[in-house]
Structures are given as C-alpha cells and as structure tokens.
C-alpha cells in the first residue's frame, strides 16, 4: 500500500498509523517529490504544492524508532543522507512548497516541514523535537534549516528545552507563518504568483547566504534573464 497519495497539486501521507518516516517511507517520498519536480505528478506550474496529512488529528509522528534501533552505524549514516536527500529535494522545488499542519507534528516530522517554503498549522496543531531528551541528534537536517526560520533562542528552546508547543506558540516562535481551520483562501492566492517569478525568488533565496553582495547581484542578474524577467 502505497503512504503518499498524489491528487494533482497535493500530496497526502497516509501510512495507516502514526506516519513514521521510516527509510521505505522516505525512498517513496523521494520517487514522489522527483515524479512532481519532473511534471509526472504534482503539475509543476504556478499551483503550489501542497503537503498534508492524511490521518486525523496527526501530521506525523517523525523517524521510525523502531527501525532506527536496530541500525549500525553506517545504517544509521545512510539512513539520514536519505532524509537529507529527500528534503533537499523538496527544498528545490521550483512551485511553492506549503505543510498543512493537521494535529502533533513531531521529530523528524518537523524536519520534513523546515524543508517547505510555508508552514500553515491548524489550532490543534502540536510541535516539538524530542531529540534531546531520548538520547539521538537529528540527521535529517532540522539543526541547520532552523536558522532560516527561527531566533538562536526559539532553537535552543525547542532543540534543547524539548517543550510540546502549541500552534500559537509555534506561530510566535516564526516556526509556523499561518494559525487557521482553513487555508483555502492562501492556497488560491499562492496559485496566481507567476511561475517565472516564483523560481527566481526561490533560487535566489536559495543561495542567498553563500554569495556575497556583489555575487548575488550578477547572480540575480543571470536569473532574471534565465526567467525572462529582465
């Protein structure tokens, strides 16, 4: 039984339990998010793409513990280059890329959504990253996406503190841009961005922080003329 299903711009895990990325979770995601970045699913035109859950009042509980337990270390090695493939992968998209958060987000869940341009969270919505406290560093990239979203502070916090955060909370932290019951209204204005405009700004922001100020500018410049915008 497949654990994401494609309905055109929206992707939707659902793996009969508690949504565990587990490493045959993550090499579906991977074929999932590669069919969609070449058009054979989720249309890469001005629609953004959309990920939620498919499981009432549950996102995603994070890794597999169970299998993550019996892994070696190069195992375990290979199993968060996976993760890091698969979010890099989502990262790079060229449509906007959006988490619908429905219920507890947590772990390498909250990895996975780091990885997308948007986080929108229901009122029930929960989050946290427990690392920490059961004994394991996160491989799939969460420490360092942190920083794109998140106060030094606000990371420590949830990092190290291990606290449950409420959608509210999570919203004052910058880890969430969006608390409501329904985005369908954000989700039809993210669709009438310009596609062309969309992959600038993304690419841009992409490489941002590695060029320098004079590097970004002729970068910005190959872009635009890449994308016809100049």
């Known amino acids: ?13 659902d793996d009969g339990g508690m949504n565990l990325l587990s490493s045959d ?69 060229p449509v906007v890329t959006v988490a619908v958060i429905d219920g507890d987000c947590f ?10 341009d948007l986080r ?38 949830l990092f190290l503190g291990n606290p449950v955060l409420s959608s509210q909370e999570a919203l004052e932290a910058g880890l969430v841009d969006r608390v409501a019951a329904s985005f369908d209204d954000e989700l039809l204005r993210l669709a009438a961005l310009d596609p062309a405009t969309t992959r600038f700004v993304k690419e841009l922001s992409r490489h941002g922080e590695q060029l320098s100020e004079g590097e ?3 970068f910005g410049e190959r872009l635009a003329r890449l994308y016809g915008l100049a």
């Open 107 to 116: 772990g390498g869940a909250l990895d996975l959504v780091l990885a997308f």
């Open 1 to 13: 039984m497949p654990r994401f299903h494609v309905n055109g711009n929206t992707i939707a895990f």
């Open 216 to 218: 970004l500018q002729r």
């Open 120 to 157: 929108f969270a229901t009122p029930r919505s929960r989050f946290a990253h427990p690392g920490a406290r059961i004994g394991i560093v996160t491989g799939f990239g969460g420490t360092s996406r942190w920083r794109k979203v998140l106060s030094r502070a606000a990371a420590r916090k």
């Open 25 to 93: 979770a993550l090499r579906e995601l991977r074929d999932v998010v590669s069919s969609a970045a070449e058009g054979g699913g989720a249309p890469v035109g001005s629609a953004p793409l959309v990920f939620r859950s498919g499981r009432e009042r549950l996102f995603a509980a994070g890794a597999d513990m169970a299998e993550m337990a019996a892994f070696n270390a190069m195992q375990a090695a290979d199993f968060a280059l996976l993760g890091q493939e698969v979010f890099d992968a989502i990262e790079k998209l």
